[in-house]
């Protein structure tokens, strides 16, 4: 098994833009000409998504041709606008006579405590990183989808920590397996090997760690109107050859790694979601391919807090 680049798989461009100033941006993987087969699992309470009823198995699209990944929480679905504008202007989508109507996917996480909430991603901002997807212009940390990311929410935003948007990808022998994830947490993130945490609920000095779970389960009484205010959203790609239904299973052994890197994690204040993209034709175990997608998805998020800067008040990695 040796480690490749996230942009290392044929079919697969993806492009970022941001709005740095109001702390929130669009992240968007542009699936080839001919578009490719996709599923979906969504484990948390909250999310925020468009189009997913085209990713079951009993849904007649055998295809997508772009996932979108924004912030902006519901307010950041206007964004998908802009990738069917770029793909109808590049004859890209299910042709209907005409013309062709491309199919977009779009997930949104919550932003809006940061920066500015009265800006949000929108068509031009998601044009934009399809334009960027051109050139590649993917970076782990504080961009795209990750711009305004943040984990350790559980006690309210000022025990935070900045988080960002991170990826991992590996081959073994012809197979390419990789995760790219926007991570927007309730919980902590913990080192998947290690067990140690990284990143998440400060204490009140603000410089060492306090533990969510643990503080999460000391309380048993029932919170009614919990802020729905996180989401990590994740996407795994494999040149591996499959269909909507491995696809959705092989998401759902995604949220493994999802459980290994983040507590607690797929609360009803969280929208957490994972994508599964075939790119290829590789003849490969479906098993062991959502079991490679469990290991980089954990340590794609690990990655993400820690290729993150700090910002908008809220302490990095790096800082502590």
Not at 209 to 236: C, D, S, W, Y
Request: with cysteine.
């Amino acid at each position: 098994m040796q480690e490749i680049s996230i942009m290392d798989f044929e079919n697969l461009k993806i492009g970022q833009a941001e709005n740095a100033a109001a702390g929130t941006g669009c992240t968007v993987l542009l699936l080839g000409q001919e578009g490719a087969p996709a599923g979906l699992d969504v484990r948390g309470g909250g999310p925020a998504s468009r189009e997913s009823e085209l990713l079951k198995p009993t849904a007649a699209a055998s295809v997508i041709h772009a996932i979108l990944l924004s912030g902006g929480s519901a307010f950041g679905l206007d964004a998908a606008g802009g990738v069917m504008r770029y793909l109808e202007e590049h004859n890209i989508g299910f042709d209907v006579g005409v013309t062709k109507v491309p199919l977009v996917c779009q997930s949104c996480l919550f932003d809006l405590t940061v920066g500015d909430p009265m800006v949000r991603p929108d068509a031009d901002l998601a044009y934009k990183a399809c334009q960027n997807a051109e050139q590649g212009n993917y970076r782990d940390g504080c961009f795209g989808a990750g711009t305004g990311a943040t984990v350790g929410k559980l006690l309210g935003m000022e025990h935070c920590m900045k988080s960002g948007i991170g990826s991992y990808a590996v081959q073994v022998g012809e197979l390419k397996v990789g995760a790219l994830v926007a991570v927007n947490a309730l919980g902590d993130i913990y080192d998947w090997k290690t067990g140690r945490k990284v990143a998440g609920l400060l204490a009140e000095d603000g410089k060492t760690f306090a533990n969510a779970e643990e503080i999460a389960l000391r309380k048993t009484e029932v919170v009614e109107n919990k802020f729905v205010g996180n989401t990590t959203l994740g996407v795994i790609v494999t040149n591996g050859c499959f269909q909507k239904a491995q696809l959705c299973k092989i998401a759902g052994m995604g949220h493994d790694g999802y459980a290994r890197a983040i507590r607690p994690v797929h609360t009803t204040a969280d929208g957490d979601s994972i994508y599964a993209v075939s790119l290829g034709n590789v003849q490969a175990d479906q098993d062991v391919v959502g079991a490679l997608a469990a290991q980089v998805m954990a340590e794609a998020i690990l990655r993400a807090v820690q290729a993150a800067k700090s910002g908008y008040g809220f302490p990095a990695v790096s800082d502590l």
